[in-house]
């Protein structure tokens, strides 16, 4: 009988270790910038190393900095070390900038920590990283894998095993029961045999590590026999997700009391992460909102000039949880669509006005919404919100439409910067959308936020769909 907690979630064994090392370098390394610059460490200082040791810790938390990275990627490690490191600079900017507190420190002092730091936290990490790399391909720390299902999936996963020595993984045997079918396999010279031929092995202690790389749809009265049988083992077992799983929405493990689940449909944002993206908003929009008043200003008095009509336009649509909120625009049309018809702007709109159409192709109508994003009504970045009537029409239309909003919607968003923006004349552009905006929530991380603004910045503004 399977107990309370069936499925253990991956540990990494260094992980506190790793926490306790961060908090002590960027403390250690504060003082011994104001030791080296000759600066006495007054309280102000105390308070910049703890905020910047809370915040890097919250952002690394975020990204999963502290997970094993037995078989993530070196460059991956590294940029995720240093964006979380760039988020608790930048809170203790803001932090000094509100504060009026930088006229009691000095500067010269805090740009060597800020540069020290981001040079010890990833230095230290690909050190430690390279060490444990170095015994792997000495022998050391190595396991034995045999593969169950010689699948797409199971032959995914032989092809990392493949590239990355380094991890320790060493692909031993496939075992399936479909031999024809397997005929024409890249992996077919290392089949040795049926599934019971595998499991076999497997109790006779041959294998260190057993994935199961079956297909789950067809298949899961057999894998449910094969973990029985792999029960009376000591190996590690895995079940690599099938194609239809690999596309659930953030899948995860997830409890009620002491029973143990795997949520399918389920919002990223939770815990830490909604502090962390919720910290990301208010930071980033009180700082563009000072940047753009005096724009806003002058769009304003120029839409008066323009046209009769409001400055704004407020439309109702759906954000979190398909709960509808009010999206704020700079007023581009004639007419203002707010009902259970609305119709899309389409290329020579007649209903644009001649500002409007300025606007519209420099997406400087979206402005407003930063005022949206400060009230927690949407976020800088994730998928476009639209129109009510749009979305009742396409969520019968599309599938997993609607899981869309397990997040907030955003100004600008992954399916933006990859063309997928302006009008959805066919329903081929609207699924395109939607399969972008539900790769950014399976996604989702700070780093995946900051490339996003950083590509927005320099390619989304302007789009021949912009109308």
Same mark, same amino acid.
């Given at each position: 009988?399977?107990?309370?907690?069936?499925?253990?979630?991956?540990?990494n064994?260094?992980?506190?270790?790793?926490r306790?090392?961060?908090?002590?370098?960027?403390?250690?390394?504060?003082?011994?910038?104001?030791? *080296?610059?000759?600066?006495?460490?007054?309280?102000?200082?105390?308070?910049?190393?703890?905020?910047?040791?809370?915040?890097?810790?919250?952002?690394?938390?975020?990204?999963?900095?502290?997970?094993s $990275?037995r078989?993530?990627?070196?460059?991956?490690?590294?940029?995720y070390?240093?964006?979380?490191?760039? *988020?608790?600079?930048?809170?203790?900017?803001?932090?000094?900038?509100?504060?009026?507190t930088?006229?009691?420190?000095?500067? =010269?002092?805090?740009? =060597?920590?800020f540069?020290?730091?981001?040079?010890?936290?990833?230095? $230290?990490?690909?050190?430690?990283?390279?060490?444990?790399?170095?015994?792997?391909?000495?022998?050391?720390?190595?396991?034995?894998?045999?593969?169950?299902?010689l699948?797409?999936?199971?032959?995914?996963?032989?092809?990392?095993?493949?590239?990355?020595?380094?991890?320790?993984?060493?692909?031993?045997?496939?075992?399936?029961?479909?031999?024809?079918?397997?005929?024409?396999?890249?992996?077919h010279?290392?089949?040795?045999?049926?599934?019971?031929?595998?499991?076999?092995?497997?109790?006779?202690?041959?294998?260190?590590?057993v994935?199961?790389?079956?297909?789950?749809?067809?298949?899961?009265?057999?894998?449910?026999? !094969?973990?029985?049988?792999? @029960?009376?083992?000591?190996?590690?077992?895995?079940?690599?997700?099938?194609?239809?799983?690999?596309?659930?929405?953030?899948?995860?493990?997830?409890?009620?009391?002491?029973?143990?689940?795997?949520?399918?449909?389920?919002?990223?944002?939770?815990?830490?992460?909604?502090?962390?993206?919720?910290?990301?908003?208010?930071?980033?929009?009180?700082?563009?909102l000072?940047?753009?008043?005096?724009?806003?200003?002058? !769009?304003?008095?120029? !839409?008066?000039?323009?046209?009769?009509?409001?400055? *704004?336009?407020?439309?109702?649509?759906y954000g979190?949880?398909?709960?509808?909120?009010?999206?704020w625009?700079?007023?581009?049309?004639?007419?203002?669509?707010?009902?259970?018809?609305?119709?899309?702007?389409?290329? @020579?709109?007649?209903?644009?006005?001649?500002?409007?159409?300025?606007?519209?192709?420099?997406?400087?109508?979206?402005?407003?919404?930063?005022?949206?994003?400060?009230?927690?009504?949407?976020? !800088?970045?994730?998928?476009?919100?639209?129109?009510?009537?749009?979305?009742?029409?396409?969520?019968r239309?599309?599938?997993?439409?609607?899981?869309?909003?397990?997040?907030?919607?955003?100004?600008?968003? $992954?399916a933006q910067?990859?063309?997928?923006?302006?009008?959805?004349?066919?329903?081929?552009?609207?699924?395109?959308?939607v399969?972008?905006?539900?790769?950014?929530i399976r996604?989702?991380?700070?780093?995946?936020?900051?490339?996003i603004?950083?590509?927005?910045?320099?390619?989304?503004?302007l789009?021949?769909?912009?109308?």
């Amino acid at each position: 009988m399977l107990g309370s907690n069936y499925v253990k979630d991956s540990v990494n064994p260094y992980s506190i270790i790793q926490r306790a090392i961060d908090f002590i370098l960027i403390q250690s390394l504060l003082f011994v910038s104001a030791l *080296f610059y000759g600066v006495h460490l007054s309280n102000i200082y105390i308070v910049l190393g703890l905020m910047a040791a809370v915040s890097f810790s919250l952002f690394a938390e975020s990204v999963r900095l502290y997970r094993s $990275w037995r078989t993530g990627l070196s460059p991956r490690l590294a940029r995720y070390t240093l964006a979380s490191w760039i *988020f608790a600079v930048f809170v203790v900017v803001t932090f000094l900038f509100f504060s009026k507190t930088s006229l009691y420190i000095s500067r =010269i002092t805090i740009a =060597i920590w800020f540069v020290a730091c981001a040079l010890t936290l990833v230095g $230290w990490r690909m050190a430690f990283r390279q060490y444990l790399f170095s015994r792997r391909r000495k022998g050391f720390n190595t396991r034995k894998v045999a593969i169950i299902g010689l699948t797409d999936s199971g032959e995914r996963l032989a092809n990392e095993f493949a590239d990355h020595p380094e991890t320790g993984f060493t692909l031993s045997a496939f075992f399936d029961d479909s031999q024809v079918e397997c005929a024409d396999k890249k992996y077919h010279q290392d089949l040795k045999g049926d599934v019971d031929t595998g499991v076999r092995l497997a109790k006779e202690g041959h294998f260190d590590v057993v994935y199961i790389a079956l297909p789950l749809t067809a298949q899961i009265v057999r894998i449910e026999e !094969i973990l029985r049988a792999l @029960g009376d083992t000591t190996v590690d077992v895995y079940v690599l997700p099938d194609f239809f799983t690999f596309n659930l929405l953030n899948a995860r493990l997830s409890y009620v009391g002491k029973t143990q689940m795997i949520s399918v449909y389920e919002s990223p944002m939770n815990g830490l992460s909604t502090l962390a993206k919720r910290l990301e908003d208010i930071f980033g929009s009180i700082i563009i909102l000072f940047m753009i008043a005096l724009p806003m200003l002058i !769009i304003s008095i120029l !839409i008066k000039l323009d046209s009769p009509g409001p400055v *704004f336009f407020k439309q109702k649509r759906y954000g979190l949880d398909g709960k509808s909120i009010n999206v704020w625009k700079f007023r581009s049309m004639t007419v203002a669509d707010n009902g259970a018809v609305v119709k899309q702007a389409t290329k @020579g709109d007649t209903r644009i006005t001649r500002l409007g159409a300025f606007l519209r192709g420099t997406s400087l109508d979206e402005l407003p919404q930063f005022i949206n994003v400060l009230q927690g009504h949407m976020s !800088i970045v994730g998928p476009r919100p639209h129109a009510v009537a749009h979305n009742e029409e396409y969520r019968r239309k599309v599938d997993f439409y609607m899981l869309r909003h397990k997040v907030k919607p955003g100004i600008t968003g $992954w399916a933006q910067i990859n063309g997928w923006r302006g009008e959805t004349d066919t329903l081929d552009k609207m699924e395109k959308r939607v399969d972008f905006d539900l790769e950014y929530i399976r996604n989702w991380s700070i780093v995946f936020d900051i490339k996003i603004i950083y590509s927005t910045i320099f390619k989304g503004f302007l789009h021949k769909n912009a109308y």
